[in-house]
């Protein structure tokens, strides 16, 4: 017997009574939010946390450009509004958000850790197998720190230097056996094969070898490699982040297009990295309990992790099953990622602008003399990296033009004032002024938006060029000196990244190999089109983990 009219009718106005209700208290939310705000430049409406997993998915398909929280927006929103902070307010919950490129304001907030906390919610994504040094806050970030503090030293750099230097001359021989001159390719998988290589080497003990895994032999019940596996993972942790477990169950019986085949390939993913890394724990801890030392292997981040796993003393020294796990994963996946991503901007850069290029290689030949064979340039990283400045300038350009977080965000924990500027927005002929300060009321329970994108394009600091590839910002003169509190690639004050010293050397190391072997050009497609083509078909991108790059293609071409 079917429903009656009038119990439909009833049914549908009173669903529509709580759809109205909901949506005029979520307004009255709002608007009391607005009041409290006053009269702070900005005032504008979000949908979406600017940091959460479906802001990730969604990258620059929500919020469309002009909207506050555009994934693209640099730093237009603060041009529109005329100063270096704004606020908005999340209309689901109503929770304030201030958003700064004000480098005095974000130097208060770095610096004071306990006003301006790390909002751990953001890094839920990555909390695949536990809690991590990277999605931890207070005394659990600091028992995480601890553990793998010291193996980030000057010895392990020097292993960074040396394997980065043996990655590469492997993958030049790979070129060099084709036999051909010249080759087009697609840097994503090679870049990412190669910062893989490196960080499994000098932190795990693990030295891979840059050809194919095709005869590593799989233990029974694994689909993937260890290089597969760890690839495999960090393409599909927003994926997984965002599948229902029920859903992993229903493809293995109903084949849903794209979905299903995804689906099954992350899952197989994650499980054999899972069986990969007790692999790697099985073998330290065999190690530690027979009294070996890493020495020179460079398994120093995983024994001093599997020793605070070992460790029987509940203190500030020990990590649980779930958080050894954990740190092994963040660390292959941030040790590679965000080094192997900037690496592609880096060389497409350099294929779009041939003049910093043959600055960086005549740097290079000066650096490196011809005759001095890679041999000896693994052997003494701290004299290369004084001689490459150049080099450096173009790793943190790069950086600085295409951040690998585009945006960080702290949980305000107390009732703070944090300073701001108005400014003209200029052209080069006149250039933006500061016009006036003021200072911002951010109330305990709102979340500040560190804009590391718009601090980086923001011209009160970089000028109106901002948007220019100039390694030559990087070199300070007599009587130029960098703005190093408006750069924050690898974010700032007890939270910077821990491994910035070796992801650096690592890049600079890569660079510079490259460049000294291969001229990097625009691929032979593109060569007729304008630079501005040229930069919108090489450097596009997308939102993940990190910023994504999404075409780029170079040629390389050997050098006589």
Excluded at 69 to 88: D, E, H, N, R, V
Excluded at 145 to 165: D, G, K, P, T, Y
Excluded at 201 to 225: C, H, I, N, V, Y
Excluded at 301 to 306: A, D, F, G, S, W
Aim: net charge positive; aromatic share 10%; hydrophobic share 40%.
């Amino acid at each position: 017997m079917g429903i009656s009219t009038p119990i439909l009718r009833w049914t549908i106005v009173g669903i529509a009574l709580v759809a109205v209700k909901f949506v005029l208290d979520k307004a009255l939310s709002v608007r009391t939010a607005f009041s409290r705000i006053k009269d702070y430049p900005g005032r504008e409406v979000i949908w979406l946390n600017p940091l959460g997993a479906m802001s990730l998915i969604l990258g620059t398909t929500f919020p469309r450009p002009g909207m506050t929280g555009y994934q693209g927006a640099k730093f237009s929103s603060f041009k529109k509004f005329g100063t270096t902070t704004f606020t908005s307010v999340k209309f689901w919950n109503a929770q304030q958000f201030l958003w700064t490129a004000d480098s005095e304001a974000i130097k208060i907030i770095t610096s004071n850790r306990h006003a301006f906390k790390k909002d751990v919610d953001n890094y839920e994504t990555i909390n695949i197998y536990g809690r991590n040094v990277v999605s931890t806050e207070g005394a659990d970030w600091k028992r995480h720190r601890s553990v793998v503090m010291s193996a980030f030293n000057e010895e392990n750099i020097a292993l960074v230097w040396s394997e980065a230097l043996r990655v590469v001359t492997e993958w030049f021989e790979e070129h060099d056996a084709v036999g051909h001159p010249h080759i087009t390719m697609d840097l994503v998988r090679p870049m990412a094969k190669t910062t893989l290589c490196v960080i499994v080497a000098a932190g795990f003990g693990k030295q891979m070898p840059w050809g194919t895994d095709s005869t590593e032999e799989l233990p029974l019940g694994r689909q993937l490699t260890f290089r597969s596996a760890v690839l495999g993972s960090a393409e599909n942790i927003l994926f997984k982040a965002l599948t229902p477990r029920w859903f992993y169950r229903l493809s293995s019986l109903v084949k849903v297009p794209y979905l299903s085949s995804r689906a099954l390939f992350s899952r197989a993913a994650f499980d054999d990295l899972r069986s990969h890394m007790t692999d790697l724990v099985a073998s330290a801890r065999s190690d530690i309990v027979c009294g070996k030392h890493s020495g020179d292997s460079g398994a120093t981040l995983l024994r001093n992790l599997v020793e605070a796993n070992m460790n029987q003393d509940v203190g500030l020294k020990r990590l649980t099953e779930e958080e050894l796990f954990s740190n092994i994963f963040v660390f292959l996946l941030a040790g590679h990622e965000t080094s192997a991503h900037t690496l592609c901007f880096a060389f497409v850069l350099l294929a779009l602008y041939p003049n910093v290029q043959q600055k960086l290689y005549e740097e290079v030949c000066r650096a490196w003399p011809e005759g001095v064979s890679v041999t000896q340039l693994m052997t003494n990283h701290k004299s290369s990296l004084d001689k490459l400045e150049y080099a450096a300038g173009c790793i943190r350009e790069t950086l600085r033009v295409f951040p690998s977080e585009p945006r960080l965000s702290k949980s305000v924990h107390a009732d703070m004032v944090l300073p701001s500027s108005y400014f003209s927005p200029g052209s080069k002929e006149n250039p933006s002024v500061e016009t006036g300060k003021f200072s911002v009321v951010v109330p305990a329970g709102s979340i500040v938006i560190i804009d590391v994108w718009a601090l980086h394009m923001n011209p009160l600091y970089w000028g109106e060029d901002a948007a220019e590839f100039k390694p030559e910002r990087f070199i300070d003169t007599e009587s130029y000196q960098w703005p190093r509190d408006a750069f924050l690639p690898f974010s700032g004050g007890a939270r910077s990244c821990i491994g910035q010293r070796f992801a650096l050397a690592e890049m600079i190391g890569i660079v510079a190999s490259v460049v000294r072997r291969y001229r990097i050009l625009v691929p032979d497609d593109l060569v007729k089109k304008s630079l501005e083509e040229q930069k919108e078909a090489l450097l596009k991108w997308t939102t993940g983990i990190t910023l994504t790059p999404l075409n780029p293609r170079v040629k390389l071409s050997r050098r006589e």
